[in-house]
């Protein structure tokens, strides 16, 4: 089944503790990408990758970072969470140039950042 | 000013009514148009794309494009309860995408 996951699905953590969000697609797609959903916000891009190796800020990028060390999987780590990264968390992905429109997203990690 | 600007409602409308969704855009480079659909607890989903302006049709969605305007548009036609969800528009332009903030419907049996 085609399919974008993330892992965990649920997280508290505590002001400065570092962690990492995993993203994992099974579609072979080029391009990935990370976004918050905030009440009143909508939907905004954290971060993308292009291809392995590629990656670039979004709108957000403040206190995140990426790494594209292999084409399925794009994880999103805090080094030192605020609780203004208490939000609810997506990866997407999408096939590269002629096909990015069509993005598939994962479930939704729901963090808690006290 | 925001890239992508949407009707927040809510909207709750009878089942079986015709649905009005709206988005307007700051910047006349943008060039693909989407809408996804959000349930409640899971990730958005594609409903359609368009990248010209005019209408496109997929069974009961139309989607809406003016880009002489910088506004686009979703109808539903015939909305069963199962429609309730929350919509967003959505551009891409370049490598990012800019969602609006997203509309949320309600569909009463």
């Known amino acids: 089944e085609a399919q974008v996951t993330q892992n965990p699905r649920y997280l508290i953590t505590v002001t400065g503790k570092k962690l990492t969000v995993t993203c994992s697609q099974n579609?072979?797609?080029?391009?990935m990408s990370w976004y918050r959903q905030d009440p009143g916000l909508g939907l905004r891009q954290i971060y993308y990758?292009?291809?392995?190796?590629?990656?670039d800020k979004g709108d957000v990028p403040e206190g995140y970072k990426v790494s594209r060390k292999e084409k399925r999987n794009f994880p999103l780590i805090l080094e030192s969470p605020s609780p203004n990264q208490t939000s609810l968390y997506f990866c997407?992905?999408?096939?590269?140039?002629?096909?990015?429109?069509?993005?598939?997203f994962g479930p939704g990690t729901r963090l808690l950042v006290l | 000013q925001k890239e992508v600007e949407q009707d927040p409602g809510p909207l709750s409308v009878p089942e079986g009514a015709i649905v009005s969704l709206n988005c307007t855009y700051s910047?006349?480079?943008?060039?693909?148009f989407m809408w996804y659909r959000q349930y409640s607890r899971k990730g958005p989903e594609l409903l359609m794309y368009?990248?010209?302006?005019g209408n496109k049709e997929d069974g009961r969605f139309t989607a809406q494009v003016d880009k002489s305007s910088k506004y686009i548009s979703l109808f539903i036609r015939d909305s069963p309860p199962l429609d309730s969800a929350n919509y967003r528009c959505?551009?891409?332009?370049?490598?990012?995408?800019?969602f609006g903030t997203g509309t949320s419907l309600t569909v009463i049996p």
């Open positions: 368009t990248y010209s302006s």
């Open positions: 910047n006349s480079a943008f060039q693909y």
């Open positions: 997407a992905s999408s096939h590269g140039t002629g096909g990015r429109e069509t993005q598939y």
């Open positions: 579609m072979n797609h080029e391009y």
């Open positions: 959505a551009i891409l332009t370049g490598n990012q995408f800019y």
């Open positions: 990758s292009m291809n392995v190796e590629v990656t």
